[in-house]
C-alpha cells in the first residue's frame, strides 16, 4: 500500500468522514466534518511531510514524487 499511498491511514479517515454521514443522511453532520476536521487534517499531513523531509530529505522527496499522499498518482500504476 506505501508503494502508492504515503498516509493510508488518513485516506481511509477522509472516506469514512464522507461516507458514513451520507449512509445516515446527516448532511449536517458531512458539512461540519468537511469544514471543521478537514482543515485539521490537512495540517497535520503537512506537518507530517515536513517533518519526514526534514528527517529523510532528499529520499523522501523522490517518495513523495512517486506516492500520492492521500489517493495514489496516476503514474504510480502505469509503471514498468
Excluded: C, D
Excluded at 6 to 13: D, L
Excluded at 50 to 75: C, H, I, N, T
Aim: overall charge positive.
Amino acid at each position: 500500500m506505501y508503494r502508492y499511498v504515503r498516509h493510508p491511514i488518513y485516506s481511509a479517515v477522509v472516506l469514512e468522514l464522507i461516507s458514513v454521514p451520507l449512509v445516515g443522511n446527516a448532511y449536517m453532520t458531512l458539512a461540519v466534518a468537511l469544514l471543521v476536521y478537514m482543515p485539521m487534517l490537512a495540517w497535520r499531513l503537512r506537518r507530517e511531510e515536513e517533518a519526514m523531509v526534514e528527517k529523510f530529505g532528499g529520499q523522501y522527496r523522490q517518495y513523495q514524487e512517486r506516492a500520492g499522499a492521500l489517493w495514489p498518482k496516476w503514474s504510480a500504476w502505469h509503471r514498468n
